[in-house]
Structures are given as structure tokens and as C-alpha cells.
């Protein structure tokens, strides 16, 4: 049973435009969601992170969304950059438990 | 953020061998770090947690005796994969939390011929 979803497994987005990521959870427990990018061969590299008190939290170009009643959050990049190409994944985590549940990813490829 | 190196980037290996991945917290004392791995194109899959002086808590349906697991310094947790078979060949991920957040080291390719 997957707890965390990323429906899309890619995404292309033209250079300066917006690229909306998307992720739907499951578990009502979950209370900490993060982003992370991934290049091939590489280890995943931390973006930005929303606690389950907010809706909203911003950096630079990135800006996550919470959704709690629909379980969604939601990656904006704003705008696009063609090195903003890579597998995205979302995770999350519940309360004083530490485990990250991680989504499958979704490619975004970011075409000049 | 923290940051984590790993060694080494990349190992073959043949069957029946053992390969030791090192994980180092390079400015973060981890009393804790995590062990993960990634087949190709799906996610990153929690492994064990690596307790620095303890034992390690594995993930069900992880082989503790084929992944075994050191954690002798805050700074250093190894992952040994013994008796290596190519159904192991993985990419390898360890990640130090000292906060909420996980960060990750540039991982481990593993390949068992």
C-alpha cells in the first residue's frame, strides 16, 4: 500500500515558465512533508519542507502547498530553469516517528 | 543542512563476495544515521537505522544477517553486504537527521556480476 503518491512520472515544462509537482498522501499521521530533487547516480538533495501547521511555505522559487483536507501538497518552481531538470520526490513523515516514506518521483525535464 | 559523504561511489563485485559501504556525517555527530536503497526507478526504501553504540532496527523484511550494520562513532555508520548475489545490485543511500530533516549522501552504487 502506497502511502505517498506521485501520480505523474514526468513532467516537461518550458525554461521560465511554471512546473507544478504533485503529491497526494494517505496516512492521516503524516504531520511533516518534504521535497527532495535527485539527479541520476546522486543522493536525493533536500528542497524545502512544510509542516503540517502550515499551508504554505516559500523559498526562492520554490513554494510548497498544503492541501490537508485533501491530502495534497504541491511543488511550484518559479520560474523554471533548465538545471531545475531532475526526479523530484516527495516524502513524509508522522509525529516523533522518524521514517521517511518516500513517493516514486517524477521527472521534470526543463526545455530551454 | 548536514553533510554526508559516502565511500565508495561505486563497487563491482562478483557473486559470493562481501562489499562494506562507509557512511560519514562530516559535520553533524549522528547518533542516529539511516540506511537506504533504490532499484531503478522506483523509490527510496527505508532499509535499517543505524544506532551508534546499539544495534541496528531493520525494516521488515530486510535480512539483518546479510546487511549488517556498524555504527562504532557518531561520525561513521557501515553497511556490509554479505554474500553478495546480482538480485542485490542497488544504489545505496545513507542519510543523517539532525532535525526533522533527513539529508542524504551522494550514495553507493552497487553491482554484482
Known amino acids: 500500500d502506497q502511502q505517498v ?3 505523474s512520472p514526468s513532467l516537461s515544462v518550458q525554461e521560465g515558465r511554471i512546473s507544478i509537482l504533485n503529491c497526494d498522501y494517505t496516512n492521516s499521521m503524516f504531520d511533516y512533508f518534504l521535497w527532495y530533487k ?12 512544510i509542516s503540517s501547521i502550515k499551508d504554505k511555505n ?5 513554494t510548497v502547498f498544503l492541501n490537508k483536507s485533501a491530502k495534497h501538497l504541491s511543488l511550484h518552481i518559479v520560474p523554471s530553469q533548465p538545471g531545475d531538470s531532475a526526479v523530484y520526490f516527495c516524502a513524509a513523515k508522522g509525529g516523533s516517528n522518524y521514517k521517511l516514506t518516500f ?10 | 543542512g548536514a553533510v554526508v559523504s559516502q565511500h ?3 563497487v563491482i563485485c562478483k557473486s559470493g563476495t562481501s562489499v562494506k559501504i562507509e557512511c ?20 527510496l526504501m527505508l532499509m535499517a ?42 544504489f545505496y543511500i545513507c542519510s ?13 552504487r552497487l553491482t554484482v556480476l
Open chain 2, 96 to 108: 543523517v537527521r539532525p532535525t526533522d530533516t533527513q539529508y542524504f549522501g551522494p550514495g553507493t
Open chain 2, 8 to 10: 565508495p561511489s561505486w
Open chain 2, 24 to 43: 560519514r556525517s562530516l559535520d553533524f555527530q549522528a547518533t542516529t544515521m539511516f540506511w537506504y536503497r533504490q532499484f531503478p526507478k522506483q523509490s
Open chain 2, 49 to 90: 537505522t543505524s544506532n551508534e553504540g546499539s544495534k541496528a532496527t531493520y525494516e521488515q523484511g530486510v535480512e539483518k544477517d546479510k546487511f549488517l550494520i556498524n555504527h562504532a562513532s557518531l561520525t561513521l555508520s557501515t553497511l556490509t553486504v554479505t554474500s553478495a548475489h546480482p538480485e542485490d545490485s542497488s
Open chain 1, 103 to 112: 513517493g516514486k518521483g517524477t521527472l521534470l525535464t526543463v526545455n530551454p
Open chain 1, 38 to 49: 535527485k539527479y541520476p547516480a546522486e543522493g536525493p538533495t533536500f528542497l524545502i519542507s
Open chain 1, 58 to 62: 516559500e523559498d526562492g522559487r520554490f
Open chain 1, 5 to 7: 503518491k506521485q501520480n
